[in-house]
């Protein structure tokens, strides 16, 4: 096992934290912890490789404010935009990199990356600031990113298939509603674990605290925490009532974990 470390780069929902137009005691909170970008994390292997999970809508947000200098690859959950749409972002690490970005995804998700960015794929001539330059990789089994292995983890958010991912000791599964039966053993012995933890009250696409505090329970990993997380939990009332061994996780916590690398 390699030693990685993981930072969260955004634990909040689709609409992130402040929600605009609210004015509820989570959304005017001074605790940082209470800010939340959407969901997003980042692993580096230490000299070796920098893996990215989802381009959020604030992906130049958050590689400003976490120093993100370097992705070698980028992992896709599934194609809502809260998880893609800040792809067009990837041009600053192009010319950085002068490379394409390695980018893994399911069929259905590159289907739809490819209609919303239509014009990083259909080979025209344009002038200004030019589009991303992607290389595509279709996720079809475990996968090697940047020399680290990569376990696909099926899950439902909703009645939508999409996928999490296990890196080692440490999976990361956000926006499930629901773990396929065939999909737990793919997570059996996990010592740090990361899933959706929308709300309390019960949401058709997400785990509640509850369900997900009932997944933890059933996988028993040494840690876990909880993101995708909604402007009803506030970090500090949330966490004071929380099982040991679970936490919420907030945006720029940074954790140690193993992961398989070559």
Known sequence: MTSARVTFLGTGTSAGVPMVGCTCDVCRSTDPRDKRLRPSIYLEVSGRAAILVDTTPDLRQQALAYGIRRIDAILFTHGHADHVLGLDDVRGF????????????????????????????????????????????????????????????????????????????????????????????????????????????????????????????????????????????????TSARLPAGVELAYDGLVLDVGVDAT
């Open 94 to 237: 192009n010319f950085a990199q002068k490379a394409p970005m390695p980018c893994y995804a399911a069929a259905d998700v590159w289907e739809h990356i490819r209609r919303v960015f239509y014009y990083a794929f259909d080979g025209l001539p344009r002038k200004g600031g030019g589009v991303p330059r992607l290389e595509p990789h279709e996720i079809d089994g475990p996968f090697t990113a940047a020399g680290v292995r990569v376990v696909p983890v099926p899950l439902l958010h909703g009645d939508t298939p999409i996928l999490g991912f296990r890196f080692g000791d440490f999976a990361y599964l956000t926006d499930c509603s629901a773990i396929p039966d065939a999909s737990w053993p793919l997570v059996a012995g996990v010592d740090t674990l990361v899933i959706d933890a929308l709300r309390d009250t019960p949401h058709s696409t997400h785990f509640t605290v509850a369900e997900a505090l009932e997944a933890i329970a059933a996988i028993a990993p040494r840690r876990a925490y909880l993101t995708h997380m909604a402007h009803q939990l506030g970090h500090a009332a």
